[in-house]
């Protein structure tokens, strides 16, 4: 499996921006996808994360109103909107394939990824 990021840039705070993540290669029918971010200094974490079959989402609180996980599962893509960005997003974000374990808010279940898109906030 490949995954392709796209859609990171610079825009100021309070602006939005729209992730893309394509798969390809084998069969793609993970348990679920996931957003991930690292900013430097500071470890990755999950950002939401989405179940491919039911779609039932997850959210970290910092993102809840803000950001919308969202996949086709036709076109084997995911998305992450992002709404009313701050400084504090600031980071490189990462798309992951969850096909080791269903616990998708867990990033031990994620052995595929992508290769990370920048994502810059000013204030």
């Known amino acids: 499996v490949q995954l392709q990021a796209s859609g990171g840039g610079l825009v100021q705070g309070g602006g939005s921006l729209k992730l893309t993540c394509a798969a390809s290669g084998r069969a793609f029918s993970p348990y679920g996808v996931g957003w991930f971010r690292q900013a430097p200094g500071k470890e990755r974490e999950i950002v939401a994360a989405?179940?491919?079959?039911?779609?039932?989402?997850y959210y970290i609180n910092s993102v809840k109103g803000r950001f919308t996980i969202s996949k086709d599962n036709g076109k084997n893509t995911m998305y992450l909107q992002m709404n009313g960005l701050k400084p504090e997003d600031t980071a490189v974000y990462y798309c992951?394939?969850?096909?080791?374990?269903?616990?998708?808010?867990?990033?031990?279940?994620?052995?595929?990824w992508g290769q990370g898109t920048q994502v810059t906030v000013s204030s």
């Open positions: 989405i179940n491919w079959r039911f779609g039932t989402t």
């Open positions: 992951a394939a969850a096909f080791r374990d269903s616990r998708i808010v867990n990033s031990y279940s994620y052995n595929y």
